[in-house]
T-cell receptor, first 120, second 121 residues
Framework: AQKVTQAQTEISVVEKEDVTLDCVYETRDTTYYLFWYKQPPSGELVFLIRRNSFDEQNEISGRYSWNFQKSTSSFNFTITASQVVDSAVYFCALSGGTNAGGTSYGKLTFGQGTILTVHP | GAGVSQSPRYKVAKRGQDVALRCDPISGHVSLFWYQQALGQGPEFLTYFQNEAQLDKSGLPSDRFFAERPEGSVSTLKIQRTQQEDSAVYLC????WGWGLILWNTNEKLFFGSGTQLSVL
């Protein structure tokens, strides 16, 4: 069975601090996809990133960066110079792969989420 | 519409009542998912439609839960004889491609609605 663990339930930082959200996953699939979603108070899940299991390149998008390490089954998310608008619940999610050319990516297994509060 | 639309936004039901939750996906999207999110938890998969076909209902917690998407667009999640443990946010998501039709190098992703918060008293 697939499992995603976000050990940090809540994180509180002051604006402009850097913050890293941890994500550890378990899967028996050799091919899979990892995601991060942001859930603001409005409730809608906002897509941040999708990472394929065969692509271990780290990625940076503005103030956001992701560190994928297959050897430790981790997919951590760092926000640099945090802002108040970053306050939200962040979810890491995992989907299984199928044979080449197909994916069951839409059936996601989510972690429990990390509540991030950024204070001014 | 521009995004995934869900209605009602809030629903209060007395225990034992039947409820129907609506999801209007992004126009043209083949895939539609329902997720259940309990308070303080991550969303959990309920069921999946590819067009009008329900290909996976493995996450439905009991036979009181029923989902349909008769014309391959709007979907309804129905809960019969609601119980207090059914209280949760029900999220709908859609994507353009169908399950199993994704190519490795697409940037496909799920688009989520804001959910329906169901409270069973």
């Amino acid at each position: 069975a697939q499992k995603v663990t976000q050990a940090q339930t809540e994180i509180s930082v002051v604006e402009k601090e850097d913050v890293t959200l941890d994500c550890v996953y378990e899967t028996r699939d050799t091919t899979y996809y990892l995601f991060w979603y942001k859930q603001p108070p409005s409730g809608e899940l906002v897509f941040l990133i999708r990472r394929n299991s065969f692509d271990e390149q780290n990625e940076i998008s503005g103030r956001y960066s992701w560190n994928f390490q297959k050897s430790t089954s981790s997919f951590n998310f760092t926000i640099t110079a945090s802002q108040v608008v970053d306050s939200a619940v962040y979810f890491c999610a995992l989907s299984g792969g199928t044979n080449a050319g197909g994916t069951s990516y839409g059936k996601l297994t989510f972690g429990q989420g990390t509540i991030l509060t950024v204070h001014p | 519409g521009a995004g995934v639309s869900q209605s009602p936004r809030y629903k209060v039901a007395k225990r034992g009542q039947d409820v129907a939750l609506r999801c209007d996906p992004i126009s043209g999207h083949v895939s539609l998912f329902w997720y259940q999110q309990a308070l303080g938890q991550g969303p959990e998969f309920l069921t999946y439609f590819q067009n009008e076909a329900q290909l996976d209902k493995s996450g439905l917690p009991s036979d009181r839960f029923f989902a349909e998407r008769p014309e391959g667009s709007v979907s309804t999640l129905k809960i019969q004889r609601t119980q207090q443990e059914d209280s949760a946010v029900y999220l709908c998501a859609s994507s353009f491609w169908g399950w199993g039709l994704i190519l490795w190098n697409t940037n496909e992703k799920l688009f989520f609605g804001s959910g329906t918060q169901l409270s069973v008293l």
